[in-house]
């Protein structure tokens, strides 16, 4: 396969190979000649079609302290490796586990299942980078107490680094402020 096809469009193309394939008189023909015309306008040959099996791929989570985030970055992965919405389902079982499914490729399937993990690691990482620059900006220490500085890492320096302008960004708001605000 020369250009990259969606998800969609490889579907829909197998669908109407296995109605060419399996389809009886007019219905086959039919079939046999759109095919064609689908082969030639997304630059598909049948090898292409052959090698195409698709397979579903599915995640469950629990509503806990995040479950929006990581399904809105699970729903998003798919999106982008499947090229569809309409193939993304989504199921929420009595006791609230919601389990995120969609059918696409063997191969996107390894992708999807990279990415999501990636995406979901790093996710983690900068909730936590976040919360440090949110104490930091809110200057929520113990007054007086200072620690004795260590030498960092590169590693934590660049981590320090990005906590700081995180920070930078981050507008106060100290609980005296809104006392001050209600007492006027």
């Not at 060419?20 to 630059?43: C, P, T």
């Not at 995406?119 to 929520?140: C, L, M, P, R, T």
Request: proline share 2%; glycine share 4%.
């Amino acid at each position: 396969m020369e250009t990259k096809v969606s998800e969609k469009v490889l579907s829909m193309v197998k669908k109407v190979y296995e109605l060419a394939k399996r389809g009886v008189d007019g219905e086959k023909m039919n079939a046999e000649v759109l095919l064609q015309k689908l082969l030639k306008k997304h630059n598909l040959t049948l090898q292409d079609l052959e090698q195409v099996e698709l397979t579903t791929i599915d995640y469950s989570l629990y509503k806990d302290r995040f479950w929006r985030c990581y399904k809105k970055i699970i729903i998003q992965v798919m999106y982008k490796h499947t090229g569809e919405t309409g193939n993304i389902r989504e199921y929420t079982s009595w006791n609230g586990k919601i389990t995120i499914w969609c059918n696409c490729s063997c191969s996107n399937s390894i992708l999807i299942k990279e990415e999501i993990e990636h995406y979901w690691n790093d996710f983690k990482i900068k909730v936590d980078e976040f919360a440090d620059a949110y104490i930091h900006s809110n200057d929520i220490y113990p007054e007086g107490i200072y620690s004795d500085p260590k030498e960092l890492t590169q590693e934590e320096w660049e981590r320090m680094e990005r906590v700081s302008q995180m920070s930078d960004s981050i507008q106060p708001n100290s609980p005296t402020r809104k006392l001050q605000q209600s007492n006027k």
